[in-house]
C-alpha cells in the first residue's frame, strides 16, 4: 500500500500540472510501471464503482470521506523502458489498474493494482493525515478477506492466557 502526495500546497512546473506517484515494485527486466497522475481538486467526494464489493468497497468508503480541503491525484497506469537506446518505444505497463475511488468527472483517485497472475494487490491512496483508517481497515477487513489463515493465526494467539511467571 502506498500514500501519494502530501497536503501541502502544490507546486506548478514548466512540465505541468503537480504530479504524485508510485513505482510498483514487481517484476524485473527493462520495463518499469507506475501509479500516478496530476493534482487535482475535487469538489464533491469521489464514490466507489457500483461493483465494489468486501473489503476494497469497505476501504473505498473510508477513504471517501477524506476532506475534500486535502489535494487528490487523477491515477492512471503507465510504464517506462529503462533502456537508454530504445526510448522510441512505448512500452505496455504490466498488471492491472482498478478503481477504488472516482470523482463525479470519472476520473481514478484512489486504486488497487494487481498483477498480471492476480497474485499481488498494491493499493494506491490518497495522503491521509493519518494511517488510523487504514490500519484499522487491514486488521479488521483486509486480512480476513484476502489473507483468511493470517486471521485465525492472530484470533488463536490471541487467545492464549500469557505465560505466568
Known amino acids: 500500500m502506498t500514500l501519494i502526495g502530501d497536503d501541502s500546497p502544490p507546486v506548478y512546473r514548466a512540465q505541468g500540472s503537480p504530479w504524485a506517484g508510485v513505482t510498483i515494485p514487481y517484476g524485473s527486466g527493462q520495463i518499469s ?3 500516478g497522475g496530476e493534482w487535482m481538486k475535487l469538489s464533491s467526494p469521489p464514490e466507489p464503482p457500483s461493483d ?3 473489503a476494497d468497497r469497505n476501504l473505498a468508503m473510508r ?3 477524506r476532506s475534500l480541503d486535502l489535494p487528490w491525484w487523477s491515477l492512471g497506469l503507465s510504464a517506462q523502458l529503462l533502456v537508454r537506446e530504445q526510448f522510441m518505444v512505448h512500452p505496455k505497463p504490466s498488471g492491472h489498474l482498478s478503481p477504488l475511488l472516482k470523482s463525479r468527472a470519472g476520473e481514478v483517485v484512489a486504486a488497487v493494482w ?3 497472475d492476480q497474485r499481488v494487490r498494491h493499493y494506491v491512496l490518497p495522503f491521509l493525515p ?3 483508517p487504514v490500519l484499522e481497515w487491514l486488521a479488521d ?3 480476513p478477506e484476502f489473507v483468511p489463515s493470517a486471521a485465525r493465526r492472530r ?3 490471541l487467545s492464549l492466557d500469557p505465560p505466568s511467571r
Open 52 to 54: 465494489l464489493r468486501g
Open 141 to 143: 477487513f483486509a486480512i
Open 33 to 35: 510501471t507506475s501509479v
Open 114 to 116: 494487481s498483477s498480471p
Open 63 to 65: 477513504i471517501a470521506t
Open 130 to 132: 493519518s494511517y488510523v
Open 155 to 157: 484470533r488463536s494467539s
